[in-house]
């Protein structure tokens, strides 16, 4: 099978989806298929490459319009598209992530073209604001002409099936993985003397509650032994800066900027407790490559996030201050409690703080192993204050390398690559589209997005004129070393 992953995001820039179509990639040329990478041109990274294994990837000279995406003109780039995916061969269009203009236009070539579609929703977008109503009306416009979608959690799909208004039989939930042997425990990293470093890794963004983070840290300011580190980059930055200045916290949180995704696992080993603080995500792959490196993890209860890891290893809280900090105070009773059982805490162990203003502060949770606690939890799932530290202490932290093995068990490329497989097989049986009926979905979306599909069919047609088939030159078919 020849396949064509394409997104506006793939190396060298870093991040989820990015990560996402490379390990795919990765597994499905180890399972003996053709993968081709299409993404457009960062600086001097631009032509034909080759990575790892002998991936292909062509890097096109295409302009950046706006966050790493290309500009969508329907006709600019159908030339180039054409002539990569027949002179590829290739059998399935892969496009990824709903931000991504360039796999938008891949996925309507590919159609016109006659050939199989699949795309991939990494994303969950609102309905209310004005950029999620156009990126919804984009990514409608696309799927009425895709075989086939995938979402990475089932959140994400009743999210897609809404906002794409698209049959739900037509769309799949295959996870995202991590590489469990690449992110592996390491307690050797952590402070010795009783510190417990909290790490957050993000882009510094709003979407991913950097605000809420702000709020949390400042709580800290008079519990010693407690240090945060900051993997990530973004407009926020400069919030935590002054975050960590107003409270004289330059000590005690080391903001690291933009970390290469190779040497994340470096900082995650060096934490005891990963904190998520994300309003939405679909899935959000940094949790689970946390719990890979044996961290307790705390995250918001948003999006697809109650949906990935099982309850011993993650603790819900709502989207708030209060409930953020009472579920680190949490994990914090929970790891020193363990520490002290198994003789690692030092005797110069610091009171626990109180959980908000006082005893009767609330501390809500949300899923997650907190709630599992006996004792203090109301019928709402709220712990109440002082009673949240007696309540969890006696919940154990796991191993970290069982943390591993459990993460491993669950998420692995090779079981998300032949679920993917599944879906190829499943839409080369299918029919190609007629144009009659690219047309007619197309049309339900709204009578003017035709003029997009008119364009680029007769740019295509006329291409087909100037540089018929016969004459393009397939690709020539590396060998592979055994």
Not at 135 to 142: F, G, S, V, Y
Not at 168 to 191: C, E, G, M, Y
Request: charged share 20%; with cysteine.
């Amino acid at each position: 099978m020849r396949i064509c992953m394409v997104s506006d995001f793939f190396y060298p820039s870093i991040g989820g989806v990015e990560e996402h179509v490379y390990n795919l990639s990765q597994m499905l040329l180890a399972l003996g298929h053709k993968v081709v990478v299409l993404t457009h041109a960062y600086g001097d990274c631009s032509g034909i490459r080759y990575v790892t294994n002998g991936l292909k990837v062509y890097y096109l000279p295409i302009k950046v319009c706006y966050n790493q995406c290309i500009l969508p003109t329907a006709v600019c780039n159908v030339p180039m598209l054409r002539a990569v995916l027949l002179r590829e061969q290739v059998d399935v269009v892969h496009g990824h992530s709903a931000f991504s203009a360039l796999a938008h236009e891949a996925l309507m070539v590919g159609a016109l073209l006659g050939l199989k579609t699949v795309f991939t929703d990494h994303s969950l977008f609102g309905f209310a604001d004005l950029s999620a109503a156009l990126t919804n009306k984009l990514l409608e416009i696309t799927l009425s002409m895709v075989n086939h979608a995938i979402c990475v959690s089932h959140i994400g799909k009743e999210n897609t099936v809404l906002r794409a208004c698209v049959a739900k039989h037509r769309v799949s939930v295959i996870p995202n993985a991590v590489d469990t042997a690449l992110f592996t425990p390491d307690p050797s990293q952590r402070p010795k003397n009783g510190v417990i470093n909290i790490v957050v890794a993000s882009r510094l963004v709003y979407r991913k509650g950097i605000d809420l983070l702000a709020g949390v840290i400042p709580r800290f300011k008079n519990t010693p032994n407690i240090n945060f580190i900051i993997v990530g980059d973004g407009p926020k930055r400069d919030l935590l800066e002054e975050i960590r200045e107003k409270t004289n916290m330059q000590d005690r949180v080391e903001i690291l900027g933009a970390v290469e995704h190779a040497k994340v696992r470096d900082v995650l080993v060096r934490g005891h407790i990963f904190v998520n603080t994300s309003l939405t995500e679909a899935y959000c792959m940094a949790i689970v490559e946390a719990a890979s490196c044996g961290l307790q993890v705390v995250s918001t209860s948003v999006g697809g996030i109650p949906e990935v890891l099982p309850n011993n290893l993650i603790l819900l809280a709502e989207p708030d201050i209060e409930a953020i900090y009472g579920a680190i105070l949490v994990a914090i009773d929970r790891h020193r409690s363990t520490c002290i059982t198994t003789g690692i805490e030092n005797s110069t162990r610091r009171p626990r703080p109180k959980v908000g203003n006082g005893a009767g502060a609330a501390v809500r949770l949300t899923g997650g192993a907190g709630n599992d606690a006996p004792g203090g939890k109301d019928s709402t799932g709220a712990i109440g204050g002082a009673a949240a530290s007696t309540a969890n202490q006696a919940e154990p932290v796991l191993c970290p390398h069982r943390c591993n093995e459990l993460v491993e068990t669950l998420y692995n490329w090779e079981d998300v690559a032949q679920r993917t497989v599944k879906v190829y097989d499943r839409v080369l049986r299918e029919r190609a589209f007629t144009l009659s009926e690219l047309i007619y979905s197309v049309y339900q979306c709204g009578a003017w997005f035709l003029a997009f599909l008119v364009v680029g069919h007769f740019t295509l047609r006329l291409m087909d004129r100037w540089r018929p088939r016969s004459r393009i030159e397939f690709a020539h078919e590396a060998r592979r070393k055994p």
